[in-house]
């Protein structure tokens, strides 16, 4: 099975998108940097898509340390919120310093980022409220 990449950026609706995320999800392919590269390009809102994307790719940008941590606090999918917890590794006050700097990003480096990247930091902190 490979990324369907229309379903990823261009679906008839969300929950076409969120299968797909899911499918990969759990069966745990490997993707490739192609597929990477789609899934940096998608710009869903949805928490559950984005903590999906954010356990795909796997990445220690700070958008996607943002992406797991949104992952981490899903509340309706268990192996999400776990895989996610698992993939971030870090102890309690370990994860308060990486809020606290992925805070300062989102407020003083506002102008710096991109607009998808603000949303997901805005999604982060909405869920942490």
Partial sequence: MHLNSDFILHPNSEFERKNELQTLFLNDLKLTKDDH???KMCTTEDHESVGLIGCLLNDNTYVNKARLIIASNNQYNDEL???ATELLSCSESELQALIEVLSDIYIMKFEQIS???NKVYGILFD???
């Fill in 115 to 117: 607009a998808y990247e």
């Fill in 127 to 129: 869920v942490l409220n």
């Fill in 81 to 83: 919120a776990n895989r």
């Fill in 37 to 39: 590269s789609v899934l």
